[in-house]
C-alpha cells in the first residue's frame, strides 16, 4: 500500500503563497495521475486539480484556476501545489491522493489563510 504524505502548509496572508509537497511511497508513482484535494471545517472533502502521469496535463476546480499550479517530480516521487494569491476561502486540510481508486489518505497539510 503506497503511503502520502503531505507537508508545506502553515499560516498564509490573503494574496501571499505556499507550496505544498506530497510524497508518496513504493515504486509506482509514475504510473498513476495524481490529484490534490482539499476538505474545509464542516464541508466535504472537495476536487483541487489534477496532474497527468507524465505531468504534461492538468485540469483545475474554478475556484483555484489561475491562482494554483500543480507539477510532479516522478523521480522523487513528489507531487507539489504551488498555491499564489491566497484568500481566506482556501483555508483548509490539503490531500493528494491518486485519482483513480484512491489510497488510503494521508494525514494531510492544513493551510490557514489569515490576516
Known amino acids: 500500500q503506497v503511503q502520502l504524505v503531505e507537508s508545506g502548509g502553515g499560516l498564509g496572508q490573503p494574496g501571499g503563497s505556499l507550496r505544498l509537497s506530497c510524497a508518496a511511497s513504493?515504486?509506482?508513482?509514475?504510473?498513476?495521475?495524481m490529484g490534490w484535494f482539499r476538505q474545509a471545517p464542516g464541508k466535504e472533502r472537495e476536487f483541487v486539480g489534477h496532474?497527468?502521469?507524465?505531468?504534461?496535463?492538468?485540469s483545475y476546480a474554478d475556484s483555484v484556476k489561475g491562482r494554483f499550479t500543480i507539477s510532479r517530480d516522478n523521480a522523487k516521487n513528489t507531487v507539489y501545489l504551488q498555491m499564489n494569491s491566497l484568500k481566506p476561502e482556501d483555508t483548509a486540510v490539503y490531500y493528494c491522493?491518486?485519482?483513480?481508486?484512491?489510497?488510503?489518505w494521508g494525514q494531510g497539510t492544513q493551510v490557514t489563510v489569515s490576516s
Open positions: 491522493n491518486r485519482i483513480v481508486t484512491p489510497w488510503s
Open positions: 513504493g515504486p509506482t508513482f509514475s504510473s498513476y495521475a
Open positions: 496532474i497527468s502521469r507524465s505531468g504534461g496535463s492538468t
